[in-house]
C-alpha cells in the first residue's frame, strides 16, 4: 500500500520561489507525478519523476529521490494564477491499469 | 488535445434514487478511473478498468458499481444514493503501457448533492 503526506496549506508572495515537499512510503515505487488543480477544476498533469534527480520544465521543477522515498515541486516567480491545489501521486509497481495513489493535496495561495 | 468528458457538471438526486454518472474520453485511452474528492480526503479511487468489460475495485468500492462496455466509456453507478456519496466526482483515463508515463487526464468533473 501507498501512504503518501504532503503539507495542507502554504503561502508565498508573488514573484518568489516555493517549495512543496511530498514524501511516501511504497511496497513497490514506479513513478511520482505532480497534478495542479484550480480551485473548481479538473487535476491537470505537470510533472513525472521516475529517476533521481531534477526535472525543470519552465517556471516548474520536480525532484525525487527514491532512496529517500521524497519529492518535491518547486515554483519559481510566483505569479497570482499559481494559486491552486498541487497533488502528489505516486504509481506502484505491479499494478494493473496504471493506477496511482494520490496524497490530499496542497493548498498554495500567492498573494501580492 | 486529449478530453475527457462527463455527462453533468452539476446533478442533484434524492436518497434512494439510482444515478449514472458517465465518463468519455477520445483518445483511444486503455485505462479509465473514478475517483471522489472530498474536502480534507483529497482524490479516492472508486474503481477503475484497464480494458473494455474489466474493472477493479479502487479503495472505496462500497455503494457503487461501474460499467465498461465500450472502451471509449465508463459509466459509474450509485444504485441506491444516500447522502454521504454528496462528493465531487472525477473522470481520468490513461494509456497504458511500461513505456508510457501513465499520466491520468481528467473530466472536468460532477459536483452530486444527495438530497
Known amino acids: 500500500g501507498q501512504n503518501i503526506d504532503q503539507p495542507t496549506e502554504m503561502t508565498a508572495t508573488e514573484g518568489a520561489i516555493v517549495q512543496i515537499n511530498c514524501t511516501y512510503q511504497?511496497?513497490?515505487?514506479?513513478?511520482l507525478f505532480w497534478y495542479q488543480q484550480h480551485a473548481g477544476e479538473a487535476p491537470t498533469f505537470l510533472s513525472y519523476?521516475?529517476?533521481?534527480g531534477l526535472e525543470e520544465k519552465g517556471r516548474f521543477s520536480s525532484f525525487l529521490s527514491r532512496s529517500k522515498g521524497y519529492s518535491y515541486l518547486l515554483l519559481k516567480e510566483l505569479q497570482m494564477k499559481d494559486s491552486a491545489s498541487y497533488l502528489c501521486?505516486?504509481?506502484?509497481?505491479?499494478?494493473?491499469?496504471?493506477?496511482?495513489?494520490f496524497g490530499d493535496g496542497t493548498t498554495l495561495t500567492v498573494k501580492p | 488535445d486529449v478530453k475527457v468528458t462527463q455527462s453533468s457538471r452539476y446533478l442533484v438526486k434524492r436518497t434512494g434514487e439510482k444515478v449514472f454518472l458517465e465518463c468519455v474520453q477520445d483518445?483511444?485511452?486503455?485505462?479509465m478511473f473514478w475517483y471522489r474528492q472530498d474536502p480534507g480526503l483529497g482524490l479516492r479511487l472508486i474503481y477503475f478498468?484497464?480494458?473494455?468489460?474489466?474493472?477493479e475495485k479502487g479503495d472505496i468500492p462500497e455503494g457503487y458499481s461501474v460499467s465498461r462496455e465500450k472502451k471509449e466509456r465508463f459509466s459509474l453507478i450509485l444504485e441506491s444514493a444516500s447522502t454521504n456519496q454528496t462528493s465531487m466526482y472525477l473522470c481520468?483515463?490513461?494509456?497504458?503501457?511500461?513505456?508510457?508515463?501513465?499520466?491520468?487526464?481528467f473530466g472536468p468533473g460532477t459536483r452530486l448533492l444527495v438530497l
Open positions: 483518445m483511444d485511452h486503455e485505462n
Open positions: 519523476n521516475v529517476l533521481d
Open positions: 501521486a505516486v504509481r506502484e509497481r505491479n499494478t494493473n491499469a496504471g493506477k496511482s495513489t
Open positions: 478498468s484497464y480494458d473494455v468489460k474489466m474493472k
Open positions: 511504497t511496497s513497490g515505487f514506479n513513478g
Open positions: 481520468a483515463s490513461s494509456f497504458e503501457g511500461v513505456a508510457t508515463q501513465e499520466t491520468q487526464y
